[in-house]
């Protein structure tokens, strides 16, 4: 069964017992440490609190708390069943190209029909369809589930406009000490590029600054970012929606760590077994989950300067320095007529971010291969967040030392590694889900001199001082080294 919204995961968690209902009221404005002293009751499960006090709108934290529950998310008995449907659907396209190898049609290449303008819904006319002629062949990667439009859409069966929009409503945990706004973690972002006419879709947090502004705190190497910077060149306004909830496959494709451009609503539908159903935002055209719980609908001024918001609490749990955001201006709120909130919780022990990028990246294996053909298998060990460690085994098409630095230097430019402060490449026979054998490896085939790769990367925003121009890479080349 594949869950179509919020709810059904919900109902699903509870007959499963991994759902834990807190009945009574909980205020979010007082004690930072009052959803932390929550989850650590819970041991482990999602936690749904039915009274926010000032809300009157559920909230649910850490439903992506451990890998079983993500394959739970994802009607699935394991997560390796994703994966494996992630290599037939790039089977299916590769037969789809070399069939249609002489066709000078570039839809018959990767999108199908009706999906020229890189998978926008057939029902929304815009100028972006004539723009794109040339729809890109990896942006269309899973163009089989592309997303379905939707007439009507259980996300706007209530809706709010202008001054009747106040985010300062809405059930945000306030994060730790230090922090100086409520912060939205769970949005998922969607804009469009002007050129192009693609949708894109991404995650940011988003600091609740008042009622009807947003500041959006997106790293400057997230293409969202890229394409703001693509709209003040054009003095136009930067339209952006942030989804909360829906299908949970829709948060899961937000934050899969990409290795090529994709489109991330075919992606969702991927990852659920079945296109996602979109519909047109009231305010905005853009494309949204159609059961969605709650959405948010606004520009960026292209003149607008940035603000400073002060420190922002990251996954791991600490603050991060304070980075110049972009203002968001609300101008509508749609939701369900009973809509749940969810959030996700940095540190208090949380896992879930570390979870859901592991597990992406594991399920997409498939599609970092074909940017990276020399790649076998890859690991993100949870004591580096899922992010500053990686464990690499590479096939070795000749006994060049050179493979092992042409795969770090490959990984070290995608998005999901290029904050990996060490990395570690073994051999294709070795297990890089065991640690054992990894040092093993290392003990036995790296020679410090020989085999240390040393770079020079873009600054980790999660360093709490953030603020050097590049931060120091390393790996190590343990693989067998063969001398003729």
Known sequence: MCYSSLADFLEELERLGQLRSVETGVDLGGD??????????????????????????????????????IAAALAVERMDEIAERVERSLARRERRKTRHAD????????????????????HVEHSATSRQSQPDPDYCFFMEFAPRAAKIGACQKVVRLGEDVDLTRLPVPRGPA??????????????????????????????IRSGRELAVHWSVHDPLAGLLTVYRRRGEAMPLAIVLGGPPSCLLAALAPLPLPVDRWALAGLLAGRSLDVVRCRTLDLEVPAEAE???????????????????AVPEGRLAASRPAPIMRVGALTHRANPVFPAMIHGAGSREWVSIVRAMQNILLPLLRIAIPELSDAHLPECGHGRRLAWVSIRKSDDSAAAARRVARSLWELPAT?????????????????????????????????????DDGPPDPWDPGAGAATCPRMALDATVKRHE
């Open 294 to 312: 709650l959405v948010l609908e606004g520009t960026i001024d292209p003149a607008a300067a940035n603000v400073e918001t002060g420190p922002l």
């Open 418 to 454: 290029q904050f990996c402060r060490l990395m570690v490449l073994v051999d294709e026979s070795v297990d890089v889900h065991d640690p054992q054998q990894v040092w093993a490896a290392v003990a036995a085939n790296m020679e410090p001199r020989r085999d240390t790769i040393l």
């Open 103 to 122: 066709d000078e049609s570039p839809r018959l290449e990767a999108c199908p029909e009706g999906n020229v303008s890189a998978g926008l819904p057939n």
């Open 178 to 207: 230090g922090q100086n706004y409520p912060v939205i973690t769970a949005g998922q972002l969607v804009s469009r590029d002007p050129v192009s006419g693609r949708l894109l879709v991404g995650h940011a947090e988003l600091s």
């Open 32 to 69: 930072p440490s009052t959803i932390g002293s929550y989850l650590a009751q819970s041991n482990g499960k999602t936690t749904l609190f039915h009274d926010v006090r000032g809300s009157g709108i559920p909230l649910v934290v850490g439903l992506f708390e451990t890998e079983a529950r």
